[in-house]
């Protein structure tokens, strides 16, 4: 029997640094037997992927215990799966109570801790196009992680004041104040050591206290257990920071819109706006959904969605993106996408996935943190047994050690350092709109020693424009109204070109039929009886003789940089069209930004030698022209062949073979039309300078994660010292695994600041 295998994604509430995730990943797999488990505790989020009848109610309970809360997010685009919207209301509570306690790591408190199955789907579908943004964390100072802490605070310090009162009653007034907050410490660590997971923070945690208490330092004990609650707290502020950088972008998207109907206007939840619909947007309002321009002309400024810093003018017909503001005039916009499927959202979806998918590195440390743990935990056990058996030193004094040496054993900073980075890093790159599908393509960027590109709509603007047609065989104006007959069918730019130029002549274009691409070459239909063929001049010569006074006037119209397209209307040449693409404006300062990086740029296209040449020189890029598809792709290959990290990067139309071979692809294009979900990176906003951009995200991102992984190993290591050497003690320890975690995750942060060039 084959179950079909379905994906389930869940918003994870109470996970706050790189233990708890493998805490959750442990219990999804014990409990489900799911293996196909992602957890990302950058994204706050999980995803299985497994059998329908999978028992996904008993892993939440389970997770409860853990004290952690799952909220499923709905498939974009689509109906929750059946498996989550049995929990859709807890989704729903989870959104809905603003300043309730959502980020609460208490099972008690936590919706799904112990829900029954009575008031199941009820509230599901109401809130389903919710589900895709992040819950509305409560202030941090208001959870229950918070109450705890402060609740442990007061008890050490009730303690502390009572000591002096009655000094002989000082001990058990420590322990009780301990116990206060190593309850739920020590609650969570036998629920993981159940899963399977014995060596978690908490449990480390557990032994250190209740061994300290047992050596006569109850008041010590009491204080580790405060700083341990304390550094949780912060580190949950610090991953909540993280965490927040993406997932603000969906906040961009204002709450209400403005739509029109049947000359009404009234305002309506952005959420629920459906595609088609027609909003108007006042001047100076930030727009709530992606759409069309059907009426007005303003400035739009992008720089919150896109990086773009000066607004951009935009009219009818012009795409807008939700999040984006509007300038000085009213415009009347049609609403092309849900706010469940808007650019924002799929961005913000992007990242989160792609923060699922682990780098390299990322899964090296991992590695390493499963040895790490152990390792340290038996530098302790000797420390603290050796040197009173062997040479009689107090016993105290070096459990002692070898207590504080447990509290050094705790990997979250070491293992938090990588994610956490990632995370900045994918999260400053979608912000301006270039986009990485995955750790391990952030960390690859760094290594590519060349770049392809693809010339038409990747190099160039992708909008040709119609500058001469040769009437050879027909006139110019039959020539012209043939060729847009055999275009209709051809979503090319030049196609595109050509028709429109037809139509600004408002020539009647006759119907074509049996339209065929052949890529790379041109296309070929059945126009009024007879067969037209449209394309390369190389392909047209294999069709029809062309002579030597023709080749030269093409020859002569693509030395200036203009495509020529011949027309082969039965066995004559009728005529030919020259059209022409202009050049990024970027494209040639991001060419010789990566030349002074140190990389290989080359141009691939299908064009004609001499066209590709004429832009080559003024781009200042190595050109490999009149290649096919398949030709493209054996370029990258040959590349990669001779030792060479490539990218590629282009629109998708006669490159997808090469941008699938390509260490990289990259697909670009403006805004709604790129193939996002299948390359590796995008650039969203077309620039080339998204290019060099990225290399160096990709490179300041490594540089971050190696400056993370020291501190984290640089502190433990020296704390490890000091311990032995009797210099420090319990607290110290447990404020440097604490406060290593939380400078780890601000070093992190800092990449959100990254500006290109
Ligand atoms: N739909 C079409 N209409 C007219 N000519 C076409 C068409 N498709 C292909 N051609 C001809 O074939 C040549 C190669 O096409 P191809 O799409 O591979 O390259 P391109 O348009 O130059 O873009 P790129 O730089 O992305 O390779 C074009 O330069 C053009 O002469
Ligand atoms: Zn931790």
Same mark, same amino acid.
């Given at each position: 029997m084959n179950a079909p295998i379905v994906q389930s994604r869940f918003r994870v509430t109470g996970m706050d640094c790189a233990s708890c995730a493998a805490k959750i990943d442990g219990a999804a797999r014990r409990i489900t037997?799911? +293996?196909d488990v992602s957890v990302s505790v950058t994204a706050g989020t999980m995803t299985l992927h497994h059998e329908?009848? +999978?028992?996904i109610a008993k892993l939440e309970q389970r997770l409860g215990t853990l004290g952690y809360a799952i909220a499923p997010i709905a498939p974009q685009g689509g109906a929750a799966h059946p498996a989550q919207k049995a929990h859709a209301h807890c989704a729903g509570l989870d959104h809905h109570d603003d300043h309730g306690d959502s980020h609460d790591a208490h099972p008690g408190d936590a919706c799904c801790g112990s829900h029954a199955p009575a008031h199941g789907p009820a509230t599901s579908t109401a809130t389903e196009d919710n589900h895709s943004r992040a819950p509305m964390d409560g202030p941090w100072w208001r959870s229950a992680k918070a109450r705890l802490t402060l609740l442990s605070g007061l008890a050490l310090g009730a303690a502390f004041g009572a000591g002096l009162l009655l000094p002989r009653l000082d001990t058990p007034l420590f322990i009780l104040a301990m116990l206060v907050g190593l309850a739920p410490i020590a609650r969570r660590a036998f629920a993981a050591a159940v899963d399977g997971m014995p060596f978690t923070i908490e449990m480390l945690m557990t032994i250190a206290a209740v061994g300290a208490v047992a050596i006569g330092a109850a008041e010590e004990a009491a204080a580790v257990v405060f700083l341990f609650l304390v550094g949780e707290l912060l580190e949950g502020v610090a991953a909540g920071r993280a965490r927040a950088s993406i997932s603000a972008l969906s906040d961009l998207v204002p709450k209400t819109a403005w739509v029109e109907h049947d000359g009404a206007v009234r305002a309506v939840s952005a959420d629920s706006l459906a595609v088609g619909a027609t909003i108007l947007v006042r001047p100076g309002d930030r727009i709530p959904a992606d759409g069309i321009i059907i009426a007005g002309d303003s400035a739009i400024d992008e720089a919150p969605v896109t990086g773009e810093s000066t607004p951009v003018r935009k009219g009818v017909d012009a795409v807008v993106f939700a999040g984006t503001v509007n300038g000085e005039a009213a415009l009347r916009v049609q609403v092309t996408a849900t706010a469940s499927d808007n650019t924002i959202a799929r961005v913000v979806r992007l990242v989160e996935e792609a923060q699922e998918k682990k780098a390299p590195t990322e899964r090296f440390i991992d590695q390493f943190a499963r040895y790490y743990t152990p390792a340290v935990l038996a530098v302790g056990a000797l420390v603290a047994v050796v040197p009173p058996l062997a040479f009689g030193a107090p016993w105290a004094e070096w459990v002692y050690k070898g207590l504080a040496i447990l509290l050094i054993g705790c990997p979250c900073a070491l293992v938090i350092s990588t994610p956490a980075a990632i995370a900045a890093g994918l999260s400053a790159g979608a912000r301006r709109g *270039? *986009?990485?599908?995955g750790g391990a393509v952030l960390e690859t960027f760094r290594k590519v020693t060349t770049v392809c590109f693809d010339k038409t709509g990747t190099l160039t603007a992708g909008k040709p424009e119609v500058t001469d047609i040769m009437a050879l065989a027909l006139p110019a104006g039959e020539v012209l109204r043939l060729a847009a007959a055999v275009e209709t069918g051809s979503s090319h730019p030049l196609a595109r070109a050509i028709v429109a130029h037809a139509a600004a002549q408002a020539i009647a274009v006759p119907p074509a039929e049996d339209a065929r691409a052949h890529g790379g070459k041109g296309v070929t239909a059945r126009v009024e009886g007879r067969v037209v063929f449209l394309g390369a001049p190389a392909a047209a010569a294999e069709l029809v003789p062309v002579s030597e006074a023709d080749m030269q006037h093409v020859a002569a119209l693509n030395a200036d940089g203009k495509t020529v397209s011949l027309l082969v209307v039965e066995r004559t040449l009728a005529g030919a069209i020259a059209l022409r693409d202009e050049p990024r404006p970027d494209a040639a300062a991001a060419i010789k930004a990566l030349t002074a990086a140190h990389i290989t740029t080359l141009m691939l296209t299908g064009d004609n030698r001499r066209t590709a040449d004429a832009i080559g020189a003024r781009l200042g890029i190595a050109v490999a022209a009149e290649l096919l598809p398949a030709d493209k792709q054996r370029v990258v290959s040959d590349l990669k062949a001779r030792g060479a990290m490539v990218a590629k990067v282009g629109d998708g139309i006669n490159d997808a073979p090469a941008l699938a071979s390509a260490d990289i692809g990259i697909a670009m294009g403006d805004g709604t039309d790129v193939a996002l979900e299948t390359a590796d990176a995008a650039a969203l906003h077309a620039r080339v300078q998204d290019i060099p951009d990225m290399i160096a995200l990709s490179r300041r991102t490594m540089g971050n994660i190696h400056q993370n992984i020291t501190i984290a190993l640089g502190l433990k290591a020296v704390f490890l010292v000091t311990t032995v050497a009797g210099i420090t003690g319990l607290w110290p320890a447990i404020l440097a695994d604490t406060g290593a975690t939380v400078l780890v995750t601000l070093n992190a942060l800092r990449l959100l600041r990254f500006r290109p060039q």
């Open positions: 037997g799911v +293996t329908p009848e +999978t028992d *270039l *986009l990485m599908k």
